[in-house]
């Protein structure tokens, strides 16, 4: 069947249907465990499915495809697979705007952009397909928080946590961005709700140690990751509260100034903030304060200008001098740091020091920098550097790096603190408040109190006749014939959890059920031993935090309860790719710069769209959209058809390519060496981290250069011209192939070929083909060797002459002398005469 009209004209949505339905009958990207073959997992995100793919997706999935396909030309057993991250808000919200059901909107959507992927002719295996949504998914993970639940690595408490009245639910810490929600931006407020945590803090120490263990990771990425595990070594320090049982335990980094604390901070979440103002004059002014701090948001609490605060009406003890220190609750203190609770040093701290000045509070300076002690009444900003201890009795004298470690010591032998380890990463809390996700399985019984569900009634379904409140919110709590149920040990009635879980738990493991998804049996079997880990992922840079690292932490969770004993870190090596830019800032609908991948399939095909998504930049770096740019992608794959086809219609497709021996005219010889150089520098460019673009660009170069041989008359006459030409339009489709796939089959069929290219080997460099004929030419000067050049046999004089000219060391005897004369022997010298020499 052609895919062309009888002019030969390039027909890429003809050509493009064909080789899709071909490749679909022949399940050509559907993969199994093979032990003969090395086994390869390339992997992108998966996405939410919103109801149409951006160009964001189309960049991606065009890396990840391009990759697999690369790959599996090289020999490897691809694992390619897709599916669909689909639960979340979106629905929910799609639901009460469109008065459709979430469960309707996202299969639908998913129907919709199965289809536009297909279109662009990606190599998935479409038999693995998941969707987070349905319950043969999400029943597993159930499981397995039934099975963290018993081994202590979930728990349920009230805490203070991040809400978001726009969403109606609780945010991680991880997903609130510069004090607002990460998915509205809405001010997140604080809230003392009931709800799971995951302990990942019990992991901090292996999340942060097992970096070192990814190479392939970009360093940015493992950074952002060090920073959010926030690893510091630092003191625990207890002060005793005056006249009470309880004490304020504090961490600190700064324990060299401890002489130097004058108060103390507390958050004013802080428990003892509740405590120690109640029945004192101050208990109203607290309260009153601690509201208003609860309606602050993050941003607006980590204001410099806003330091705000209230005594409590207590005095904490020095640990080491007894003094008396005022204790107040203060906005800048924040309870997902240390302990809540904050030593003030006012010299040495420029929070505190601002705050002492507003409250006048003292200040006692104990570190002095290279210039001596300071005055205390001319102090107007916080010394915070290191330097010597000063008005700190015994420790007098110290550096502050000693201090740091003969302070803690102190404290330990009192038994009022010690040494320590810090981190700034808080346990996951899993709940959430909305409809649309993974049940909780867990049920409260008035006689038993809280308990998991027996492993034999999972899943626990998602109810889809709940109808979502006008109002927004869960409508769970109230759907009774849902919630009723019997206490798994006593028989009595009991109630489920109405809370559903983070979707970002069903995103920690879905790249491990794509190895077995039609196990029924539990969450993975021997197939995942095979698959995992994945050996390439690809996504965006704001994936670093919130989804990879609580991947990394579910992996390692699924080691310990024995479920994949071999599996320490899910991706060996990550790509996280740029953005698409268009008029100087992300594509995005909002910003009314997008543009409609299925707008430019239509106008020019899938083929043109992949290859400028890969050709405009390199996949690391952001791309900056360009009309012409694409326009430029669909000259170019015209003119590969148009090249190839006039190899074809000269009966290139009846004979072979030329395989060396015959000896070929200079021409030739040049064209069969570029084809070589392209081969090699395709092979080579792809291996260093993707580099499509310039692979692109070195088939565009060889494509010139056969246009160029074709119109030689000395070519014509030569009778391997022909068979150079077919390896020249042979190499291009191979080369061209992963990156627009449908026109590469095609051409590759046109040269007589059956199959599909993504079942040929990729090609190797012939190095002899690369060596040229070169002569070494010695360059004189007044008679005495000046100089060598290396040139290609053959050089014309004007060539010699130029390059000796240019030689920087025959150019140093040249400086403030005249030339007479330049004399040529081709192949052998270049003989300068100076003036009066």
């Given amino acids: 069947m052609s895919n062309s009209d009888q002019s030969g004209r390039y027909q890429a949505h003809i050509l493009e249907q064909t080789w899709q339905k071909r490749w679909a009958e022949k399940n050509l990207f559907r993969v199994s465990e093979d032990p003969k073959k090395p086994k390869y997992y390339l992997l992108e995100m998966f996405p939410y499915p919103s109801g149409r793919i951006h160009m964001g997706h189309v960049r991606n999935y065009t890396i990840g495809d391009a990759v697999a396909r690369w790959l599996r030309m090289r020999g490897f057993n691809v694992l390619h697979p897709m599916g669909w991250d689909a639960f979340g808000m979106p629905a929910e919200n799609a639901a009460l705007a469109h008065n459709i059901h979430p469960a309707r909107w996202t299969y639908e959507n998913i129907d919709y952009m199965r289809a536009q992927l297909k279109r662009l002719g ?122 009470r049982d309880e004490s304020v335990e504090v961490f600190t980094t700064r324990a060299d100034t401890l002489m130097g604390a004058t108060f103390v901070s507390l958050a004013p979440e802080h428990p003892l903030v509740d405590i120690l103002s109640r029945n004192t004059p101050q208990e109203q002014e607290v309260r009153a304060f601690v509201d208003k701090v609860k309606r602050q948001t993050h941003a607006e609490r980590a204001d410099e200008k806003q330091k705000e605060g209230v005594f409590l009406g207590a005095w904490a003890l020095h640990p080491l001098t007894g003094a008396r220190m005022p204790v107040y609750a203060a906005n800048f203190v924040l309870m997902d740091y240390g302990a809540g609770a904050v030593m003030a040093v006012p010299a040495h701290d420029q929070r505190d020091f601002e705050f002492a000045r507003a409250y006048n509070l003292p200040l006692a300076e104990v570190i002095a920098g290279p210039e001596g002690e300071r005055d205390p009444a001319a102090v107007t900003v916080a010394y915070t550097e290191y330097g010597t201890l000063v008005n700190s009795g015994e420790f007098t004298g110290l550096t502050s790096r000693q201090a740091l470690a003969a302070v803690p010591d102190k404290l330990s032998a009192l038994g009022l603190g010690g040494r320590t380890v810090n981190y700034r990463l808080r346990d996951w809390g899993i709940s959430r408040q909305r409809y649309w996700g993974t049940p909780i399985p867990m049920i409260h019984c008035p006689a038993c109190g809280l308990l998991p569900t027996p492993e034999k009634d999972l899943p626990v379904v998602l109810p889809l006749e709940a109808e979502i409140p006008a109002t927004g919110g869960s409508p769970l709590p109230g759907l009774e014939s849902w919630v009723k149920t019997s206490c798994p040990r006593c028989g009595q009635e009991a109630r489920r959890e109405t809370d559903t879980m983070d979707t970002f738990v069903e995103s920690s493991w879905y790249f491990i059920r794509y190895a077995c998804p ?76 997008a543009v409609d991948p299925n707008d430019l399939i239509t106008r020019y095909g899938a083929d043109t769209v992949r290859l400028f998504s890969l050709f405009a930049a390199p996949p690391e770096k952001d791309l900056e959209w360009s009309d012409n740019g694409v326009e430029g992608a669909s000259r170019f794959l015209n003119r590969l058809w148009r090249v190839v086809n006039s190899v074809v219609e000269a009966g290139g497709d009846k004979i072979s390519a030329y395989q060396g021996g015959e000896e070929l005219s200079p021409p030739l010889k040049e064209l069969y060496a570029k084809i070589h150089e392209t081969v090699k520098k395709a092979g080579d460019d792809l291996q260093n981290r993707f580099q499509f673009n310039t692979v692109i660009a070195a088939v565009m170069e060889l494509l010139n250069l056969v246009s160029l041989t074709e119109q030689n008359p000395e070519v014509k006459s030569h009778p391997a011209a022909l068979a150079v030409l077919r390896l020249a339009a042979e190499t291009a489709a191979i080369l061209i192939s992963p990156m627009a796939p449908h026109i590469a089959d095609e051409l590759w069929r046109r040269l007589g070929h059956d199959g599909y290219l993504i079942d040929q080997p990729w090609p190797e460099h012939n190095p002899e083909a690369l060596t040229r004929d070169e002569k070494t030419v010695v360059v004189q000067i007044g008679g005495k060797v000046r100089g060598k050049l290396l040139m290609s046999s053959g050089a014309d004089e004007d060539e010699l002459k130029a390059a000796a000219l240019a030689d920087s060391k025959v150019r140093s005897h040249l400086e403030g002398q005249n030339i007479v004369k330049i004399m040529v022997i081709r192949d052998k010298l270049v003989n300068i005469v100076l003036e009066g020499k």
């Fill in 122 to 243: 990606f190599s998935y295996d479409w038999s693995r397909e998941l969707a987070t949504c349905d319950p043969s998914y999400y029943r597993w993970e159930q499981l397995v928080f039934v099975k963290m639940w018993e081994k202590g690595l979930v728990y349920r408490k009230q805490a203070l946590v991040n809400w978001c009245d726009r969403c109606q639910t609780v945010l991680a810490n991880e997903q609130v961005v510069d004090g607002v929600c990460w998915r509205c931006d809405e001010p997140v407020k604080q809230k003392r709700l009931f709800g799971y945590f995951f302990k990942i803090t019990q992991y901090a120490e292996e999340l942060l140690q097992c970096l070192e263990d990814l190479p392939g990771w970009p360093e940015r990425v493992l950074t952002m990751q060090r920073n959010w595990i926030g690893k510091s070594y630092g003191a625990r320090i207890l002060f005793a509260l005056e006249g």
């Fill in 518 to 593: 039609d196990y029924d049996r539990g969450i993975a079997d021997q197939r995942a031993d095979y698959w995992m880990p994945v050996d390439q992922y690809i996504g965006g840079i704001e994936h670093a935090v919130l989804h990879l690292l609580y991947s990394r932490f579910f992996s390692k969770v699924l080691r310990d309860l024995n479920i994949l004993p071999n599996l320490n870190e899910p991706f060996v090596n990550l790509l996280t790719q740029g953005m698409v830019i268009k008029d100087g800032a992300k594509m995005s609908k909002s910003k009314g710069n």
